[in-house]
């Protein structure tokens, strides 16, 4: 790892550089990308749920004024590599879930495709589907690893021992919903199949990563990484939907290559997305806590069940955080899967910790409940000395100062841990606390290269920007590292033309860019001194921080909600939402508090409101727009503040800074859910927080 780098613009409260653009619009995202000439790309979704197509019938959709092309898997051009089932598209009769793509339509405008789409005639035969998720099923199986490669089974010491001996224990089953991510630019591609020279495939597509795009494009097809480049400028929204390539970019691809010289634009609707774009899994989680009189706890479990897709594995990392959040001498979590005739589960803001954290520090709440001792105290009191799981120490690891904090404050100390006591008016109030944590990760490769010319300094990396300020604070590390002003510094990002960059993922974006950067401004700086010449140029890359193998790495921070319930509807209203974290150096406050209140609010969304609903009837999403699947608007969002520690960690990488991404989502729900009971002495173990489960109407 390079040496700290000292912070001038790093640290500063900056501007976004690409906000002009946006606001007035003159951003191209993807699906605008100016091209001549284009088709448009209709889907037609499978309305089975497990079977295949036994006929297309496309002759009227054919004849249709402005048609140019009907795909379907008898003609559709043959991948050069199908393993990733969720990318094989119109390769086979199959239908593997409801909404799966059976067919596309290229039309000369959006609105003739779209009409076309409807017009194709498909048969099936319909082999029956299974869709319900049950920690019941017999069939449930352990996968060999979870998400993004942790062991699936953890177990240390004899938990059943210690709950059959324990003076306090709690054991509970908490559930959280399915959830889809719903960036408000939808997934979208623009694809260019040019047949000169062996072919070279151009794709603009909404991407958290340029480079991991094209390998998977390039493999699919069978091209060489050097006949496709992908672009993608801006994104408006990811949360790890677009942190894997989706059947959409595939399927451009494909059209584009099946009309030479027509560029394709494909861009799911929002319907679309709920079968196309991954999701996150529902979860169910048995807890077990036993602990001391004094709130030491003696063991933690917690056991895992949630779906993956038939066709292609993903598995929630929904026990990890359990491993390493609090001192328990006594541990066990495990993960079980039932396969299902599903949609392809996938990532979304912070896989594992989000829904992980739910169970856990509802039950940390239950248990300060019947111990009588504040949830505050009792988090603190099994504060771990190192990390449980490798016996580590921490490289920096301030939740109880975040606790400490958040409870100075959220003005905590004159509680009263009562529930269903305090009433203002019609409605009941309570507050709650949660803790938030998310690991410090880098990827393993990233390059970028600096230039000079013309008295300015210009980085390229192949990185993202996915509203997440990246596109901001790169120059300010960058300006730092080179010894210049944030002014004289332009960094270009995501187009595969730049140096290979890992994908905005983990919450290691910066972290990983960063210490590219800081790498080739070294670089620079050792071969052409403060006085370079015009046009020179060096690159440098993301070295491995040994520092990895002496700690563990992780942000924290912690959440505090008062809740109100209306007494007689069950209403719920959050006026107050206040999150303190601890993320190593924060490089630009302004990009920093918005993810970490993005976060929140996303959080606060999934305590409140949000779920996809699958009628298991059809196996679809039937809430499947953002009329029904209701997300946090701007009238839920009240006295919502997020605020960070000063904390200075050398370990994690030249910029001392941790991910900030996803923490602000981990933790939330408990802390409403919390809150709740405080407010009615109900006590919710299902999300969302709907009004008739306040009361106690329904599970
Ligand atoms: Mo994020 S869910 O790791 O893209």
Same mark, same amino acid.
């Given at each position: 790892?390079?040496?700290?780098?000292?912070?001038?613009?790093m640290g500063r409260d900056l501007a976004r550089r690409d906000g002009p653009?946006?606001?007035?619009?003159?951003?191209?995202?993807?699906?605008?990308?100016?091209?001549?000439?284009?088709?448009?790309?209709?889907?037609?979704?499978?309305?089975?749920?497990?079977?295949?197509?036994?006929?297309?019938?496309?002759?009227?959709?054919?004849?249709?004024?402005?048609?140019?092309?009907?795909?379907?898997?008898?003609?559709?051009?043959?991948?050069?590599?199908?393993?990733?089932?969720? *990318?094989?598209?119109?390769?086979?009769?199959?239908?593997?879930?409801?909404?799966?793509?059976?067919?596309?339509?290229?039309?000369?405008?959006?609105?003739?495709?779209?009409?076309?789409?409807?017009?194709?005639?498909?048969?099936?035969?319909?082999?029956?589907?299974?869709?319900?998720?049950?920690?019941?099923?017999?069939?449930?199986?352990?996968?060999?690893?979870?998400?993004?490669?942790?062991? /699936?089974?953890?177990?240390?010491?004899?938990?059943?021992?210690?709950?059959?001996?324990?003076?306090?224990?709690?054991?509970?089953?908490?559930?959280?919903?399915?959830?889809?991510?719903?960036?408000?630019?939808?997934?979208?591609?623009?694809?260019?199949?040019?047949?000169?020279?062996?072919?070279?495939?151009? *794709?603009?597509?909404?991407?958290?990563?340029?480079?991991?795009?094209?390998?998977? $494009?390039?493999?699919?097809?069978?091209?060489?990484?050097?006949?496709?480049?992908?672009?993608?400028?801006?994104?408006?929204?990811?949360?790890?939907?677009?942190?894997?390539?989706?059947?959409?970019?595939?399927?451009?691809?494909?059209?584009?290559?099946?009309?030479?010289?027509?560029?394709?634009?494909?861009?799911?609707?929002?319907?679309?997305?709920?079968?196309?774009?991954?999701?996150?899994?529902?979860?169910?989680?048995?807890?077990?806590?036993?602990?001391?009189?004094?709130?030491?706890?003696?063991?933690?479990?917690?056991?895992?069940?949630?779906?993956?897709?038939?066709?292609?594995?993903?598995?929630?990392?929904?026990?990890?955080?359990?491993?390493?959040?609090?001192?328990?001498?006594?541990?066990?979590? /495990?993960?079980?899967?039932?396969?299902?005739?599903?949609?392809?589960?996938?990532?979304?803001?912070?896989?594992?910790?989000?829904?992980?954290?739910?169970?856990?520090?509802?039950?940390?709440?239950?248990?300060?409940?019947?111990?009588?001792?504040?949830?505050?105290?009792?988090? &603190?009191?099994?504060?771990?000395?190192?990390? /449980?799981?490798?016996?580590?120490?921490?490289?920096?690891?301030?939740?109880?100062?975040?606790?400490?904090?958040?409870?100075?404050?959220?003005?905590?100390?004159?509680?009263?841990?009562?529930?269903?006591?305090?009433?203002?008016?019609?409605?009941?109030?309570?507050?709650?606390?949660?803790?938030?944590?998310?690991?410090?990760?880098?990827?393993?490769?990233?390059?970028?290269?600096?230039?000079?010319?013309?008295?300015?300094?210009?980085?390229?990396?192949?990185?993202?920007?996915?509203?997440?300020?990246?596109?901001?604070?790169?120059?300010? &590390?960058?300006?730092?590292a080179l010894g210049v002003a944030v002014g004289d510094v332009d960094v270009?990002?995501?187009?595969?033309?730049?140096?290979?960059?890992?994908?905005?993922?983990?919450?290691?974006?910066?972290?990983?860019?960063?210490?590219?950067?800081?790498?080739?401004?070294?670089?620079?700086?050792?071969?052409?001194?403060?006085?370079p010449p015009d046009d020179a140029e060096a690159e440098g890359s993301i070295?491995?921080?040994?520092?990895?193998?002496?700690?563990?790495?992780?942000?924290?921070?912690?959440?505090?909600?008062?809740?109100?319930?209306?007494?007689?509807?069950?209403?719920?209203?959050?006026?107050?939402?206040?999150? $303190?974290?601890?993320?190593?150096?924060?490089?630009?406050?302004?990009?920093?508090?918005?993810?970490?209140?993005?976060?929140?609010?996303?959080?606060?969304?999934?305590?409140?409101?949000?779920?996809?609903?699958?009628?298991?009837?059809?196996?679809?999403?039937?809430?499947?727009? *953002?009329?029904?699947?209701?997300?946090?608007?701007?009238?839920?969002?009240?006295?919502?503040?997020?605020?960070? &520690?000063?904390?200075?960690?050398?370990? $994690?990488?030249?910029?001392?800074?941790?991910?900030?991404?996803? &923490?602000?989502?981990?933790?939330?729900?408990?802390?409403?859910?919390?809150?709740?009971?405080?407010? /009615?002495? $109900?006590?919710?173990?299902?999300?969302?927080?709907?009004?008739?489960?306040?009361?106690?109407?329904?599970?």
């Amino acid at each position: 790892m390079a040496p700290p780098v000292q912070p001038r613009e790093m640290g500063r409260d900056l501007a976004r550089r690409d906000g002009p653009d946006k606001v007035r619009g003159l951003a191209t995202y993807a699906d605008e990308t100016p091209v001549v000439a284009p088709l448009y790309c209709a889907i037609v979704q499978a309305t089975i749920g497990r079977g295949a197509v036994t006929g297309i019938d496309a002759d009227v959709a054919a004849a249709l004024d402005g048609v140019v092309a009907v795909l379907t898997p008898d003609g559709a051009e043959r991948l050069a590599d199908t393993e990733d089932a969720e *990318l094989a598209v119109l390769q086979s009769a199959d239908v593997a879930f409801r909404g799966q793509v059976v067919a596309a339509v290229l039309a000369e405008t959006f609105e003739v495709a779209r009409e076309a789409a409807d017009l194709v005639a498909v048969t099936y035969r319909d082999d029956g589907h299974d869709v319900r998720l049950s920690p019941d099923r017999d069939d449930l199986y352990t996968p060999e690893s979870v998400n993004p490669g942790y062991p /699936t089974d953890t177990h240390e010491g004899d938990v059943a021992a210690a709950m059959a001996t324990a003076p306090v224990t709690v054991e509970r089953t908490y559930t959280t919903a399915m959830y889809h991510n719903n960036p408000m630019e939808p997934h979208a591609t623009t694809a260019r199949w040019d047949t000169s020279g062996g072919g070279h495939l151009t *794709l603009w597509d909404s991407t958290q990563g340029v480079h991991p795009t094209r390998k998977t $494009v390039a493999t699919v097809f069978g091209l060489d990484p050097h006949q496709v480049r992908v672009v993608c400028p801006y994104v408006g929204g990811g949360f790890g939907s677009k942190g894997t390539p989706h059947v959409n970019v595939v399927l451009a691809a494909l059209a584009a290559r099946a009309v030479p010289g027509r560029p394709v634009r494909l861009a799911l609707t929002r319907q679309q997305m709920f079968a196309l774009a991954g999701y996150r899994t529902p979860t169910v989680q048995r807890m077990q806590l036993a602990a001391e009189r004094d709130g030491r706890l003696t063991a933690i479990a917690i056991d895992v069940v949630e779906q993956t897709s038939r066709i292609k594995e993903f598995a929630e990392q929904t026990g990890v955080p359990t491993r390493t959040m609090y001192a328990a001498p006594n541990r066990r979590t /495990t993960h079980r899967l039932a396969a299902l005739d599903v949609p392809v589960p996938s990532w979304m803001r912070a896989p594992g910790e989000c829904p992980g954290m739910f169970g856990p520090e509802v039950a940390l709440d239950e248990l300060a409940e019947r111990l009588g001792m504040d949830p505050v105290e009792l988090r &603190i009191r099994n504060e771990p000395e190192v990390d /449980t799981e490798t016996g580590k120490p921490f490289s920096s690891r301030n939740l109880v100062a975040c606790l400490r904090e958040g409870a100075r404050r959220f003005g905590w100390a004159d509680r009263d841990p009562r529930p269903g006591i305090r009433r203002h008016g019609d409605w009941l109030v309570g507050t709650g606390v949660a803790s938030s944590v998310y690991p410090t990760m880098a990827m393993a490769s990233s390059t970028a290269r600096v230039r000079f010319a013309g008295g300015r300094y210009t980085v390229t990396i192949g990185a993202a920007d996915l509203g997440t300020g990246s596109s901001t604070v790169l120059p300010q &590390i960058a300006a730092d590292a080179l010894g210049v002003a944030v002014g004289d510094v332009d960094v270009l990002i995501g187009d595969t033309a730049h140096p290979e960059a890992s994908v905005a993922g983990g919450s290691s974006g910066t972290a990983t860019w960063g210490s590219a950067i800081v790498e080739a401004a070294g670089a620079f700086r050792d071969k052409f001194g403060a006085q370079p010449p015009d046009d020179a140029e060096a690159e440098g890359s993301i070295q491995p921080n040994e520092a990895t193998e002496r700690y563990a790495m992780s942000a924290f921070g912690a959440q505090f909600a008062e809740v109100a319930v209306h007494a007689d509807t069950g209403e719920v209203r959050v006026p107050r939402l206040y999150g $303190v974290f601890a993320a190593g150096r924060i490089l630009n406050p302004r990009t920093a508090r918005s993810q970490l209140v993005g976060g929140m609010t996303m959080g606060l969304s999934m305590a409140l409101h949000e779920q996809s609903l699958v009628d298991p009837r059809f196996g679809h999403v039937v809430n499947h727009d *953002l009329a029904e699947y209701h997300i946090a608007s701007c009238a839920d969002v009240a006295d919502l503040q997020a605020h960070w &520690i000063d904390e200075r960690d050398p370990h $994690v990488n030249p910029m001392g800074a941790k991910g900030i991404g996803e &923490i602000g989502i981990v933790g939330t729900a408990a802390a409403v859910v919390n809150a709740a009971w405080h407010a /009615t002495g $109900v006590r919710v173990r299902d999300l969302p927080l709907t009004l008739d489960r306040v009361l106690g109407l329904t599970g």
